[in-house]
């Protein structure tokens, strides 16, 4: 969500207010994804399913909504099959989806602000050049610049190795000392951080990059959901590589 950056106390003014609106864009978008929830699947194609906004949205909302019709967003770049962008730099997925659907209900735009890796995509809602970020995973370290919505999707990490492994890699514990690939500012570089400080991390902009580092046999394994290391190996054909050891981590996503 919107970031709540500190400021000085030189243009604290400028920054309550700002704080206000920002406020604005993460009640409503916290609303639509329980709204998304209770009928999106029964009823997508039957507007009236859903309460027009005047009935649940306060007035000062509305008129916030009115004077705002056109909301910043950027999608998560690379987090198959849940968000990314297609060969024609068009956003695809279930957050996307999501987004669409938070536009026809309330009759709004939003405005792509694309990038390349998710640590792009933390530049610009730090740097407000975007309001709202999809596929994001709260951690404490972020709350001070960012407000979350809910989790609307939940996915186990799982410990990827090549498949004739000369070591097993059953846990996170018999990682430790070993170089692991995770992605740059992903939710599990700073779990990893404070829970396994004897992990040697190895960050990489996109979740490829780690992949292939896997393959070169650069780094000894990588932690990451099983939905998107499924989908990086289906659509690189990346062979000998296997899930090798469970975690109790989940990725939780929200907004």
Known sequence: MPPFITQSSADSSLFNKQRIVLCCVFFIVTALTLIFYSGYHENKNNESAYPAPEQWLTPRLMAWLKAHPVIRYTPCPDFQPVDYYDKEGVPQGFSPELISEIERILKIKFKIISSDHWAENLKLIQNKETDLLTSVEYREERSSDLS????????????????????????????????????????????????????????????????????????????????????????????????????????????
């Open 148 to 255: 979350f919505t809910n989790t609307y999707l939940k996915f186990p990490y799982k410990i990827i190795t090549k498949k004739k492994s000369k070591t097993e890699f059953s846990s996170l514990n018999l990682l430790k000392g070993e170089n692991v690939a995770t992605v740059k500012d992903y939710a599990i570089e700073f779990y990893l951080r404070n829970n396994y400080p004897s992990i040697i991390q190895v960050s990489y902009l996109t979740p490829l990059e780690a992949l292939e580092a896997l393959t070169s046999e650069t780094v000894s394994a990588v932690v990451e959901t099983l939905p998107l290391i499924t989908q990086l190996i289906q659509s690189n054909n990346i062979q000998n590589i296997s899930v090798a050891g469970e975690t109790s981590i989940y990725g939780r996503l929200g907004i």
